[in-house]
């Protein structure tokens, strides 16, 4: 059973960057897709990112596409998400999720979920 552990987040100013990592245990991570979601307090879990399993094609929100990046290194078993220019609204809780075999980032099709870290964005 994969278990998944995010780190990486804090508090900045709109503008400013962070990189979130999500390392696996009890699993390959190469073995699945692997995404990051979002939930601000009040509002349904949102898509942000997703890599694919082999050939390391990625797919973005449309919020995101152009200021993120996500990223895997299969030698340290760990998923990445680079955050460039952060803006207030990206402030919310980002978990890691492996697990989908569809093309899409769609929460209901990812079997293993990390706990989450905050990201808070100010003006």
């Known amino acids: 059973q994969v278990q998944l552990v995010e780190s990486g987040g804090g508090s900045v100013q709109a503008g400013g960057s962070l990189r979130l990592s999500c390392i696996g245990s009890?699993?390959?991570?190469?073995?699945?897709?692997m995404a990051w979601f979002r939930q601000a307090p009040g509002k349904e879990r949102e898509g942000v990112a997703l890599?694919?399993?082999?050939?390391?094609?990625?797919l973005y929100a449309e919020s995101v596409k152009g200021r993120f990046t996500i990223s895997r290194d299969n030698a340290k078993n760990t998923v990445y998400l680079q955050m460039n220019t952060l803006k207030p609204e990206d402030t919310a809780l980002y978990y890691c999720?492996?697990?989908?075999?569809?093309?899409?980032?769609?929460?209901?099709?990812?079997?293993?979920w990390g706990q989450g870290t905050q990201v808070t964005v100010s003006l």
């Open positions: 890599i694919s399993r082999g050939t390391t094609s990625t």
């Open positions: 009890g699993g390959t991570l190469r073995d699945y897709a």
């Open positions: 999720a492996a697990g989908s075999v569809f093309w899409r980032l769609k929460a209901a099709d990812f079997g293993y």
